[in-house]
């Protein structure tokens, strides 16, 4: 398996991915993405868009980042989205008191408070980790970033740390305006922003990040799901509450059985794991490195009618990837208690209805990390390390090479490129052997290269060269536009 690490350096030996402002001494946990990386996420964020909003009863909006306080009273994280730390007394490091017990003592303390945590210290003796210094009291650490925004202060707000309040607060207006109807979606792609304590992993772990969430509404009395006949004899890969107490190792399951045998409580829940399982399988990750956890009762909130997490496996293990919640009507209720705002809706026959909301949330950069780690091939057999990614995600779809940088085929090679890039993103590169072009195409994951030779001149034909096959093809220039239609439309 690659590992992440490796992975880090070679986004940053091609400008992919980098720490933000690294010329200074940079705050860990942000980071850039350079002109790879920019193509990548938004070709990412654009095949997510056609496969889950696109054709589907979803509207999208594109929220604030920051939000007032009264949010966040409202959705219960000024009081609840804490993480509890300790800090050493002697060289004042501080840690995450929980995942340092997880780590040293082998104990799983999820939902329990800073004393209880304090004591197990205490009672496992649990040094600092640096320094072997005492540890103090566990104390609880807010992880939303705040803001003052009025210039005499005084006016909280927070950057929001996940994009979903924007829909709930905004979901009635939402809703009557683009006359939906239940079942339905809002969705959301954008920024979040969570104060980390101790951001690694490269992408895994960051202060701030890309987050596409669907929250899908519905009528309580009604959980028909109409498509669930087309996905319930699929399979996916599944952690039960019943296999984390005994070996840990998943099983595959259809997602019939997943409501026959009474594990997820609702259609609509398997209708997007299942979703979630091909997506994933598509963008390059392997089938066994990907699986849905059933989060255990001490890790769901007392509202939820039960979380699925998609996790995919890093070579620092399992990383929650997307995270699916049955979140009721605990958001809308909460938001009309403290709005004084009515958020119930009228059903076509009249009916008032507080919708329940099932929310896929999922997380571009670790979707990112994973891909980047999976689609990643040494340089053991051609000689140089190269992307295999998918030709949806690529950076390119092509590239464009004269063979040589003369008698005319550099102005044809141009003439070609200048066509073909009203439709897609293409690469062009004179610079070189061919030979030495086509690595640097490999090197970030370039699909296909066409070459433009002597016989382009006479009879308008070009090279495709196969990224994965090395193979060469060739084929008419006016047929190209449709061969990378074709490539793309899969
Ligand atoms: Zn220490």
């Excluded at 980042?65 to 730390?85: M, N, R």
């Excluded at 990907?290 to 769901?300: G, I, Q, Y």
């Excluded at 057999?381 to 005319?408: C, H, Q, T």
Aim: a positive charge.
């Amino acid at each position: 398996m690659n590992k992440t690490e490796d992975i880090q350096n070679v986004c940053l030996r091609r400008g992919i991915v980098f720490p933000t402002a690294e010329i200074y001494p940079t705050i860990s946990g942000f980071f850039d993405y350079g002109p790879i990386g920019t193509l990548i996420k938004r070709n990412f964020i654009k095949y997510w868009r056609e496969f889950f909003v696109q054709g589907e009863n979803i509207v999208e909006i594109d929220g604030s980042t920051v939000l007032p306080e009264a949010v966040f009273q409202a959705s219960g994280h000024v009081k609840g989205f804490v993480d509890p730390i300790t800090q050493c007394k002697k060289c004042k490091g501080i840690q995450r008191a929980d995942h340092l017990i997880e780590e040293k003592a082998g104990k799983f303390v999820e939902g329990k408070s800073a004393s209880e945590l304090t004591k197990i210290i205490k009672k496992e003796k649990i040094k600092c980790p640096n320094c072997k210094g005492e540890l103090g009291s566990v104390r609880v650490f807010n992880l939303m970033l705040k803001t003052d925004v009025s210039p005499l202060g005084g006016q909280t707000a927070y950057l929001r740390p996940e994009t979903s309040q924007n829909i709930f607060t905004s979901f009635q207006r939402v809703f009557r305006t683009s006359r939906l109807k239940l079942p339905c979606g809002i969705a959301q792609q954008g920024h979040s922003f969570r104060n980390e304590i101790s951001p690694r992993h490269f992408l895994v772990r960051v202060r701030e990040f890309n987050q596409m969430e669907i929250e899908w509404f519905f009528d309580p009395k009604d959980e028909e799901c109409p498509d669930f006949d087309k996905i319930k004899d699929k399979k996916i890969n599944f952690v039960t509450h019943q296999i984390q107490k005994k070996n840990g190792k998943m099983i595959k399951i259809s997602g019939s059985n997943l409501i026959k045998k009474h594990i997820i409580p609702s259609k609509w829940m398997v209708y997007f794991l299942i979703k979630e399982f091909e997506f994933y399988k598509s963008l390059g990750i392997p089938e066994d490195a990907l699986r849905f956890r059933h989060m255990l009762p001490e890790e769901t909130p007392h509202y939820s009618k039960g979380n699925f997490d998609l996790e995919i496996k890093f070579d620092f293990g399992w990383k929650e990837t997307v995270g699916n919640s049955f979140r009721t009507d605990h958001d809308l209720k909460n938001h009309m208690k403290h709005s004084k705002t009515d958020l119930t809706i009228r059903t076509d026959d009249g009916k008032k209805v507080l919708p329940y909301v099932i929310e896929p949330s999922f997380g571009l950069e670790r979707t990112v990390a994973g891909i980047l780690l999976y689609n990643f091939k040494g340089d053991k057999e051609r000689g140089w390390a190269w992307f295999k990614f998918p030709a949806k995600i690529a950076p390119y779809i092509s590239s464009v090479f004269p063979l040589v940088g003369k008698d005319g085929l550099p102005e044809k090679a141009k003439e070609i490129y200048n066509s073909l890039k009203k439709d897609f993103d293409i690469f062009y590169d004179e610079s070189g052997s061919i030979g030495r072009r086509y690595a640097r195409g490999d090197e970030i994951g370039i699909p296909f290269a066409i070459t433009i030779d002597y016989q382009t001149l006479e009879d308008d034909t070009c090279t495709i060269r196969n990224r994965d096959s090395k193979k060469q093809i060739r084929i008419n220039i006016d047929d190209l536009k449709d061969f990378f239609d074709k490539i793309l439309s899969i």
